[in-house]
């Protein structure tokens, strides 16, 4: 006998676990299949040395429960991946999610039955559930990027991956370490390996603007005083286009509109704060590119003063806009490169040719590694979608539809897939902004949406295209504002070889999560609705 449930939720990283919660509010029936051996998503799978989130913890939190924002207590501005894992399973335990989890269970297929408004959704054992909906919960940063090197079979070493670090301790001290990729895991990585091996070769390919964290003990005065009023703060920050760090407001001033003098005291003021805020000194430097130039002169001229060597702080600073590539916050990067031990490989003007059994050989040379780390990042926002068989209607694979790049409606809809539901993903604000911001939106309005179709005997909802048409418009032309798509990043899909360039994320918190406001306010405008037995 086939079992059955109302919703089938893929991943129990913190989307599916608060998706998990509320289709349970709703009085669905619900299964999570997660691919892991535990609960986390990000923060299960990167274990690596100093692993540590960029978002400040009292925002990188749930908020659907007032109960459990009051009794957490973070203990510092940016959270280790260590202390996120314990908050995701003490929020396990305390809403006893585990009880509708099935773990070590990676999703191979979702097949749609039109008659039955059915999905089937086999997992890659070949077991076989039904349910009325999917939730697709895979994560947008998930699927692993492994550069396909020549020679890495022959490695007589070790070779890891940040995102699949090993559970057990791994021992680097006295080695010869190289570590491939310099984004944001690569920061943090790369000086904590330092600390422990005898040589360490960073190769990178293109270098990325590094601003400090400033981490610290999180002042208790500030964590009462957000508890005190924990509805306001989350009110004022999701005002803000990262739906974050609302304290801090952006000036809305022009760069061009103040003195050298007071331009350079505002970008001192800024990067003193430390995390991203440098940005938000002023108002045009994410629209203008002559204004981006200036900070990004700013940022360079911090790397020539903390780099003692003119040659490796040059390759150290980079070239694009700043922003257009994920911003990388980090602690002691830049002054790593000072330590003796350190080496930097330019792999941009001598490329990696292959793995060698005892090292790696760039065009320039052969370097001796006993381990190679790779921090390449993920098939971003995408990766983890088609990484399972999709088949909407007329067995319509996603892979095909999506071929010339992700197109979604509200990055919640595809047409062709109904009762099927993406978080997070492309179309929606997604890596732009607090991933657990971006969730709780996700979560409650897909969990109001099933709420609304049982409600109104409402078998199946599907996007249309004619609104998907219209969607993709709007969010190229918001971000053709901007100067996202000015470079060659993960967030157009460049980093994957092959994968075709289109801007996926949503530029901007607040008017994304108003329109989707006033879609449900509408009946769900945008959407065709089959009612049952029609």
Not at 455 to 471: F, L, M, Q, S, Y
Request: with cysteine; proline share 6%; aromatic share 10%.
């Amino acid at each position: 006998m086939t079992v059955s449930f109302d919703v089938v939720v893929v991943g129990a990283g913190l989307a599916g676990l608060q998706m998990l919660h509320q289709a349970r509010e709703a009085g669905l029936s619900v299964r999570v299949f997660e691919a892991g051996a535990g609960p986390g998503g990000t923060w299960y799978w990167n274990r690596y040395p100093g692993a540590r989130c960029d978002v400040e913890s009292l925002e990188y939190s749930y908020q659907f429960s007032e109960e459990l924002q009051q009794e957490w207590e973070w203990t510092r501005r940016y959270a280790s991946q260590p202390e996120i894992l314990r908050y995701v399973d003490h929020v396990v335990e305390r809403f006893d999610l585990d009880r509708d989890i099935q773990y070590d269970t990676p999703v191979a297929a979702l097949t749609y039955d039109e008659p039955a408004c059915r999905w089937t959704v086999r997992t890659e054992a070949g077991d076989e559930v039904v349910a009325r909906f999917v939730v697709l919960a895979a994560g947008c940063l998930s699927s692993v990027n492994m550069p396909d090197i020549p020679g890495r079979e022959t490695f007589s070493g070790e070779i890891l991956h940040t995102a699949r670090w090993p559970h057990e301790p791994v021992e680097l001290s006295g080695k010869r370490v190289g570590v491939v990729g310099t984004g944001s895991s690569g920061v943090q990585v790369i000086p904590a390996i330092a600390e422990e091996a005898k040589e360490l070769y960073v190769f990178q390919r293109t270098a990325a603007y590094t601003l400090p964290a400033r981490d610290q003990p999180l002042d208790p005065g500030l964590q009462a005083a957000v508890k005190a009023d924990y509805a306001g703060f989350r009110a004022r920050n999701n005002a803000m286009a990262t739906a974050g760090l609302s304290r801090y407001p952006t000036n809305p001033s022009s760069v061009f509109l103040v003195s050298a003098a007071e331009r350079e005291a505002a970008f001192e003021y800024f990067w003193g704060l430390g995390g991203p805020l440098l940005l938000r000194s002023f108002g045009d430097l994410m629209s203008d590119a002559a204004a981006n130039e200036l900070v990004a002169d700013f940022i360079r001229g911090k790397i020539r003063r903390i780099v003692k060597d003119p040659g490796v702080a040059e390759l150290l600073s980079p070239k694009q806009p700043v922003g257009c590539k994920r911003v990388c916050v980090g602690t002691g990067y830049y002054e790593t490169f000072n330590r003796p031990h350190v080496r930097l490989v330019d792999v941009a003007s001598a490329p990696i040719e292959e793995i060698t059994p005892d090292g790696m050989r760039t065009a320039a040379g052969t370097h001796g590694l006993d381990t190679i780390v790779f921090a390449t990042g993920f098939d971003a926002m995408t990766g983890a979608l088609l990484g399972i068989d999709i088949r909407g209607r007329d067995a319509l694979p996603l892979k095909d539809v999506w071929a010339d790049g992700p197109r979604t409606y509200l990055g919640l809809g595809v047409p062709g897939f109904p009762n099927l539901f993406t978080m997070t993903g492309p179309g929606s604000p997604s890596v732009l902004t607090n991933m657990l911001v971006a969730i709780h939106q996700h979560a409650t309005w897909i969990g109001d949406c099933l709420k609304y179709l049982a409600d109104h005997g409402i078998a199946a909802i599907e996007a249309t295209p004619e609104a998907e048409e219209a969607w993709g418009l709007r969010v190229n032309e918001v971000a053709g504002r901007t100067l996202f798509p000015s470079c060659d990043s993960w967030y157009l899909g460049a980093n994957i070889p092959g994968k075709k360039r289109v801007f996926m994320p949503f530029v901007g918190f607040p008017a994304y999560a108003q329109t989707c406001a006033e879609v449900a306010a509408g009946g769900y405008q945008g959407f065709a609705l089959t009612r049952t037995g029609t």
